[in-house]
């Protein structure tokens, strides 16, 4: 258990479906990010928020759209996806620089398993 | 923008045996290099990380070598044994701000054999 928690863990979606993934971090960190993980690609950075505001979008598609009410929480919002969006999206938290010997570590969730049809 | 390579991409050593995984960056303002462990079907989990201003660092049978000059680090794993058959991805970052824009390399599937 990392502090990082992601839900569903599986989702199935057709795709005109609309759906969103949700991921809740316990450890008091300011950024949280969304990566991408598929099988022919390397760990994607999607989205990074930093204590709410949103400071970096990777060049990702309209169809995912991010949300982060608070620095604790984080969605990301799925619409109309495509099947080759199918992948493991995974959640990660990271405390603010300086903040002891950890500071700025990547602490990932366990990921939500994404399948479009 | 930040480019990180990794090799190789698959690495086969018998129980016992040294594994080393190389990877170089791109961009020289890069000063943070952690190292994750992702075992099938789990989270990427941190097992070592350099800063630029570190040379070198060991954790008992890890260990992680920086070269700034040549944008190079390498980790290295003694005494290997079978759970530490996984996925290995390095990664560069530049710490700036309050947050870590991590890039990570393609991987590499290490397979330990009994």
């Not at chain 1, 099988?39 to 390397?42: F, L, V």
């Not at chain 1, 300086?98 to 700025?104: A, F, L």
């Given at each position: 258990e990392t502090g990082v928690t992601q839900t569903p863990r599986h989702l199935v979606m057709g795709m005109t479906n609309k759906k969103s993934l949700k991921c809740e971090q316990h450890?008091?960190?300011n950024a949280m990010y969304w990566y991408k993980q598929s099988?022919?690609?390397?760990l994607e950075l999607m989205f990074v928020y930093n204590f709410k505001e949103q400071?970096?979008?990777?060049?990702?598609?309209?169809?995912f759209s991010p949300e982060c009410p608070n620095s604790s929480h984080l969605f990301l919002h799925l619409h109309t996806l495509q099947p080759e969006d199918s992948a493991l999206y995974l959640c990660a938290s990271s405390p603010r620089q300086?903040?002891?010997?950890?500071?700025?570590t990547i602490y990932f969730g366990e990921g939500s398993w994404l399948t479009v049809v | 923008g930040e480019n990180v390579e990794q090799h190789p991409s698959t690495l086969s050593v018998q129980e016992g045996d040294s594994a080393v995984i190389k990877c170089t960056y791109s961009?020289?303002?890069?000063?943070y290099f952690p190292w994750y462990k992702q075992e099938l079907g789990k989270r990427p989990q941190l097992i070592i990380d350099i800063r630029s201003n570190v040379g070198e660092k060991k954790d008992q049978r890890i260990a992680v070598t920086l070269n700034k000059t040549a944008k190079h680090f390498s980790l290295h794993i003694t005494?290997?044994?079978?759970?530490?058959?996984a996925v290995y991805f390095c990664a560069a970052s530049i710490l700036s701000g309050g947050y870590n824009k991590l890039i990570f390399g393609a991987g590499t599937r290490l397979a330990v054999h009994p």
């Open positions: 450890l008091g960190h099988a022919k690609k390397p400071t970096e979008n990777n060049s990702v598609p309209s169809r300086g903040r002891g010997t950890s500071g700025n | 961009d020289s303002a890069s000063n005494e290997t044994q079978p759970e530490d058959s």
